[in-house]
């Protein structure tokens, strides 16, 4: 954001944004706060399924909402190529954002009444639960059922995440854990 307020030429250039908090009650049990805005997500592997937490403030889920199709047809590249060449959308319909943190995008002008439904949540937890935060180039790349079945297999967190990061073939950890691009 500081760097848009320098260079104007930045100005359409924002960022998405997932997070969370746990909390631990009084009476001990654990809450997760979640926020999110953009297209990454919030996800909770839970006796060993994956369920999507956060909404997608993307053209995509707008799009399929509008239409009466269900959002986890986000995967569907046959019914989002089809949305995109309905409503012009040359070829972003999955990067396309209806809100991001800083910037200011130019979209469909369909697209501008979205309004975010849920950008905070709050969630139970229960023993044994995990939260992943993934970024748009795993989402984009790797199915869900392929994402539960890496994070369901054995390895720490980093071999769990080089496992998502080379199943969506967009970057590699090198030997320090930092991602490096091929």
Do not use: H, W
């Not at 997608?56 to 989002?80: C, I, M, Q």
């Amino acid at each position: 954001i500081d760097e848009i307020k320098k260079d104007p030429e930045l100005g359409n250039m924002g960022t998405t944004v997932s997070l969370a908090k746990i909390c631990e009650m009084e009476n001990g049990e654990k809450k997760a706060l979640i926020a999110n805005i953009g297209d990454s997500r919030t996800y909770l592997l839970r006796n060993k399924k994956l369920s999507r937490l956060t909404k997608d403030d993307s053209a995509a889920r707008y799009l399929l909402e509008k239409k009466g199709l269900d959002p986890a047809l986000d995967e569907d590249k046959a019914v989002l190529d089809g949305l995109d060449k309905e409503f012009g959308l040359q070829g972003k319909i999955r990067s396309a954002t209806t809100l991001a943190l800083g910037g200011k995008e130019n979209f469909n002008e369909d697209l501008q009444e979205m309004v975010p439904e849920e950008a905070i949540l709050s969630i139970d937890l229960q023993a044994g639960d995990q939260l992943i935060i993934m970024t748009d180039g795993i989402i984009d790349n790797v199915p869900d059922k392929e994402k539960e079945l890496i994070l369901n297999s054995k390895g720490n967190e980093i071999n769990l995440a080089e496992k998502l990061i080379r199943g969506a073939g967009i970057a590699e950890l090198n030997p320090n854990n930092e991602l490096a691009t091929p």
